[in-house]
């Protein structure tokens, strides 16, 4: 086998073992923030919990946030804090996440899918007016793999129709629309701090507002339905139905650490997303990322999609994916596919009866609300199609670590007429 032969055909890897250092990088900062919130007295919504709200609302240009334990709570928070409720429709993109839409059916609301637009992956925003109904109460716009949804659109629409808007910012950090950061355009916003997050504290999220009374209807729920925060004097009464939402100091005291280095590391993955796109432009059979003008992209995640009129294959599209990227992580590359399933074609929407007895589709009028995947053509070839990947982009790498993968990906799709998904996956 020679250097040139495709590593999934036992040929030599493109990427020396060790290239990829672990996400996130931890420094003294950090531990001495997490030893000192061992060593303090408050475990739960303690010090690092307030501060930690104060830092991130600072950060991002909000007037209040609330530090939860994912960001699912926070988005179900949004959903609860704009006046979503039974039998409310809410509009959300075909592709993302699981929890962009069963957040909604978490306060007994409707998901309506809108389909993507292909370049950008995010909702199209030409085809929300359509999907609108007297029943619809408020748009959920996913700022997917940390490229902005096009925001002047969706708030004129928004403005247009009496429409709350929540922005799913869970993967968009320091992402922007025209100069302006993603979690200041819509009513409220939801940022996830998971392990995979451009801001990660293990586990976590954050609620983010401009509005009292937005913040104040998310932070009911928040903790029990009760209308303190535990660091005020707690009177222990549910005011309204409430979850256990909060985020612990411990946490907290990781996100505030890695909150100071945050401007960093972003910094660091738009070096790295630029540095990839001129090393891959050009290559033919890949589709790469756009960052249309007005937009600032953070390049959470670089997904590309396999260009296959270009390649001329005209086999099954996900099985000859899937084989390239098992082709390229033999390479040593981390690429994935994150969701081989749109929203839409999921049982939990399907079946319509998240809460059993129909609920809350049959039991709210909302039965023609359509789920055939047929009708999301675009996030499901989009599906079909890409893979994706984060680690590359992350600090601490740099330069050689994405000139190692720009190799891999090169020396696959130079030899792309070799992929062979029957003899790559029966592997
Ligand atoms: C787009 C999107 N929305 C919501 C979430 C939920 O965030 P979490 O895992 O913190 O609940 C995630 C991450 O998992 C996500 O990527």
Redesign the pocket.
């Known amino acids: 086998m020679t250097q040139s032969t495709l590593a999934i055909y036992g040929g030599a890897k493109a990427i020396p073992a060790g290239t990829y250092k672990k996400w996130p990088p931890i420094d003294d900062t950090d531990r001495q923030m997490v030893m000192a919130s061992l060593e303090s007295a408050n475990h739960a919504h303690g010090f690092n919990c307030q501060a930690f709200e104060k830092e991130f609302a600072a950060w991002n240009g909000n007037q209040f946030a609330i530090t939860t334990n ?4 926070a ?1 179900h928070m949004g959903i609860a804090a704009c006046g979503c409720g039974a039998g409310d429709q809410v509009l959300v993109t075909a592709y ?2 699981s ?2 839409a069963t957040a909604i059916i978490h306060h007994n609301a409707v998901p309506v899918f809108v389909d993507i637009d292909f370049d950008t992956i995010n909702m199209d925003v030409d085809k929300i007016e359509a999907a609108i109904t007297p029943r619809t109460k408020a748009i959920i716009v ?1 700022h ?1 793999h940390g490229l902005a949804v096009n925001m002047e659109k969706v708030m004129a629409i928004a403005k247009k129709h009496n429409l709350k808007v929540i922005e ?1 910012a ?2 968009a950090h320091g992402a922007m629309y025209k100069g302006r950061k993603v979690g200041t355009w819509g009513d409220c916003a ?1 940022f ?3 392990q ?2 451009c801001l990660c504290s293990g ?3 954050m609620f983010v507002a401009n509005d009292e009374a937005t913040y104040l209807a998310a932070r009911q729920l928040w903790s029990f339905g009760e209308t303190r925060s535990p660091a005020e004097s707690r009177d222990y009464h549910a005011y309204a139905l409430g979850w256990m939402y909060r985020n612990n100091d411990l946490t907290a005291a990781f996100g505030r650490s890695q909150l100071a280095k945050l401007n960093g590391f972003l910094a660091t993955q738009r070096e790295n997303g630029a540095l990839l796109n001129k090393e891959l432009k050009g290559t033919k059979g890949l589709i790469l990322p756009v960052e249309p003008k007005d937009h600032f992209h953070n390049w959470y995640n670089y997904t590309s999609r396999i260009d296959f009129k270009a390649i001329g294959y005209t086999g099954d599209k996900s099985l000859f994916r899937d084989a390239v990227v098992a082709a390229i992580q033999a390479e040593g590359a981390p690429v994935g596919v994150w969701q081989k399933f749109i929203l839409p074609a999921m049982t939990v929407f399907r079946a319509k009866n998240a809460y059993g007895k129909g609920c809350p589709w049959h039991c709210q009028g909302n039965d023609d609300v359509n789920y055939d995947p047929a009708h999301f053509p675009v996030a499901q070839f989009h599906t079909d199609t890409h893979f994706g990947m984060t680690t590359p982009l992350r600090a601490p790498q740099g330069a050689d670590a994405v000139k190692h993968t720009a190799a891999a990906f090169r020396k696959v799709f130079e030899r792309i007429g070799e992929i062979d998904p029957a003899k790559i996956l029966k592997k």
């Open positions: 994912s960001g699912t709570a988005l993302s996440w929890s962009s996913v997917l799913d869970c993967q939801a996830s701090f998971n995979n997050k586990e976590g999220g």
